[in-house]
Structures are given as C-alpha cells and as structure tokens.
C-alpha cells in the first residue's frame, strides 16, 4: 500500500517568506507526528496529533511554527516568517495506535533551504 | 531528558564482514526502534524492542535489548552493500505518557566496500 507521503520534496525559500509543507498519512493512521532532523543529526521532535487533535506540540521551537490536521488526515506544517536557522529536513511519520505501542512510519521528507 | 548515544559515529566495513552498532540511553527503555536512512530520503522501519533480553532478526540484521533496558545493539552479518546508510535508534517516552514522541541518537553512518 502506499507509505507517507509529503510535498514539496524541496523548498527554497527567502528569509521571511512564509511556507506550507504537507504530509499525507497512512490511510487509516491515527497517529501522526512532525520532526526537524538538521544535517548530522537525528530528527527532533515537534508536535504529534491523535486524528485532528493536537495533542503535544511540546517540541515547536517558536511561535513562528504552526501545524493543523483539521480532518484527522492530511496534515500541514506551516513556518512564517523564515529564518536561516530553519534549514532542515521536515519529516512526517504516522502511526497505527494500538494502545500500548505505536510504531511510525516516515515520509521522504521534505528538505527547506532558507536563503 | 532521554539521550541516546549511538556508537560508532561511523564505519566502514568490507562487504561480506558483520558488524554492531549500538545505541545507549540515558534512562530505562520502553521502546527502543531502529531505523535505516538513505541520503535524501525517509527513515525506514527495521525493527521494535520492549522487553528486557529481547531479541528480533529479519534477514541478516538482528537487534537486541539487553536485561536491564538501556542499552540497544544491532548486528549485521555478513554486510551488503544494500546495507550502506546511516542507522539510527529511537525511543519513546514512558509507557503511558502522551504522545510517544521519538527520541533519537545522532544516526552511525555506515558504508560498505564493495
């Protein structure tokens, strides 16, 4: 069956320009999670919903940073006012809640070069 | 905070020869996943822990948690260079807690010499 999936694969962007960045889930998924992985580093965490709920958004590194999943999902990662220090890999995952474990499952990413 | 520590950072190993990555946390494991990512692409599922001694294998990869659950090894027998990319492990939070949000090492590059 089809993975995750998320567009735009790459996007370059100016300082202060606004960006949206989607993710479609596993059909079917409850779970789906938003994490920044920088160049050498394993992905950080942001936020994390339970179908349309934003249930921890714990890890966003600043108000400039917005996420929705308003139909449980597609979800949509949105950066206003872009600053070089957001360069990074954003990757999707989603996962099939079972109760006691949740395993996710990874898009491609998609890769935000702020110039 | 969790923190994982993967070692080594790197390696480099001829094709044919196994090998062991590991990963050690800073607090007791309620579920240790290990990954594998390609440059430019997502993180690939290999496998998931929970029990103190478990111990799981698919193909010619085997992962490991060991008794006391803060400590993870993945071994590879017999290395491919299908194998090359880099590894890493994560962990969730407490089991019960929120959200079960990843908490991941730094990854160990590996490449495989044909």
């Known amino acids: 069956g089809a993975g995750v999936s998320q567009s735009p694969r790459y996007k370059v962007a100016k300082r202060g320009q606004d960006v949206a960045l989607r993710c479609d889930p596993i059909s079917g998924h409850v779970s789906l999670f938003w994490y920044q992985q920088a160049l050498g580093q394993g992905p950080e965490f942001l936020t994390y919903?339970?179908?349309?709920?934003?249930?921890?958004k714990s890890g966003l590194p600043s108000d400039r940073f917005f996420a929705e999943r308003p139909e449980g999902s597609v979800s949509t990662l949105k950066i206003q006012r872009t600053q070089q220090e957001d360069s990074a890999v954003y990757l999707c995952?989603?996962?099939?809640?079972?109760?006691?474990?949740?395993?996710?499952?990874f898009g491609p990413g998609t890769r935000l070069t702020v110039l | 905070s969790q923190e994982l520590e993967q070692s080594p950072q790197s390696l480099i190993v001829q094709e044919g020869k196994n090998l062991t990555i590991n990963c050690t946390s800073s607090k007791t494991l309620y579920g240790l996943y290990w990954y594998k990512q390609k440059y430019g692409e997502g993180l690939i599922f290999l496998m998931m822990?929970?029990?103190?001694?478990e111990e799981k294998s698919h193909e010619k990869i085997t992962a490991k948690l060991d008794e006391k659950k803060q400590q993870s090894s993945l071994h590879i027998t017999a290395s491919q260079p299908s194998h090359a990319g880099i590894y890493l492990c994560?962990?969730?939070?407490?089991?019960?807690?929120?959200?079960?949000?990843?908490?991941f090492g730094k990854g160990t590059k590996l490449s495989v010499i044909p």
């Open positions: 995952a989603s996962g099939m809640w079972t109760g006691d474990t949740d395993t996710q499952y």
């Open positions: 994560g962990a969730d939070g407490d089991s019960g807690a929120g959200s079960y949000q990843l908490t």
């Open positions: 919903f339970q179908n349309e709920a934003q249930l921890d």
């Open positions: 822990l929970q029990k103190g001694g």
